[in-house]
């Protein structure tokens, strides 16, 4: 089946420090790749859209020079979390898709992000 | 607006045991129904779906049926094994954009 990988799995970085999640689709192109946030006990939100090659559509509320979105090939999406504080610590999912929209989604298995 | 809700867990039960796992939603127009397992250490599979009102959604012994009447999707299992124990979300599809409930971790005991 279509797999996500997303690396690192987990860290922790320092408050005013950047840090960037990446998001693979190991066997499939992925045309257009979704980045969730969840947070303990709460439902993953969507934060953006991203199709490869154009600028993430992100979602009401989500700061978009905060989290920047990059989806240089159809196969790896990344997400950079700058100038990252301790509210920003979450668990960060993202998925794929190789259609148009998000009905065939893949998802990867987060990354848990710790800010100190 | 769209949103799902969830019975909140963690729910434990012996192997063999009935499950059910509560669903109800609101949403405008007609979505669709899903419901995604993740085992530890995974990202989320989609476990069974369902497009319109009545249908049932079936994988792996799981059922779940569209009660448009109730706004329910309810989760059932007559007999739970142990590799069941994961986190399960329902969700909804509507307007191009999945709404997730927030989970419920299940833990199946020999």
């Known amino acids: 089946g279509a797999v996500v990988s997303q690396h690192p799995s987990w860290v922790i970085c320092k408050s005013g420090t950047s840090v960037k999640i990446e998001c693979r689709s190991l066997d499939f192109q992925a045309t257009t790749m979704f980045w969730y946030r969840q947070f303990p006990k709460q439902s993953l939100m969507l934060m953006a859209t991203?199709?490869?090659?154009?600028?993430?559509?992100?979602e009401q509320g989500v700061e978009k020079d905060k989290f920047l979105i990059n989806h240089a090939s159809l196969t790896l999406s990344t997400l950079t979390v700058t100038s990252a504080h301790p509210e920003d610590s979450s668990f960060y999912i993202c998925s794929a898709s190789p259609g148009l929209g998000p009905y065939e989604q893949y998802f990867g298995p987060g990354t848990r992000l710790t800010v100190t | 607006g769209n949103s799902v809700t969830q019975m909140e867990g963690p729910v434990t039960l012996s192997e063999e045991a009935f499950l059910t796992i509560n669903c109800t939603y609101t949403?405008?127009?007609?979505?669709?129904l899903f419901w995604y397992v993740q085992y530890p250490g995974e990202g989320l599979q989609l476990l069974l779906k369902a497009t319109k009102a009545d249908d049932k959604g079936s994988n792996k012994g799981f059922e779940a049926t569209y009660r448009k009447e109730t706004t329910s999707f309810h989760l059932e299992k007559g007999s739970v094994q142990v590799s069941d124990s994961a986190v399960y979300f329902c969700?909804?599809?509507?307007?191009?954009?999945?709404?997730f409930g927030t989970g419920t971790s299940l833990t199946v005991i020999p």
């Open positions: 991203s199709n490869e090659g154009s600028k993430a559509t992100y």
């Open positions: 969700a909804l599809l509507t307007g191009n954009q999945f709404y």
């Open positions: 949403a405008t127009g007609y979505p669709s």
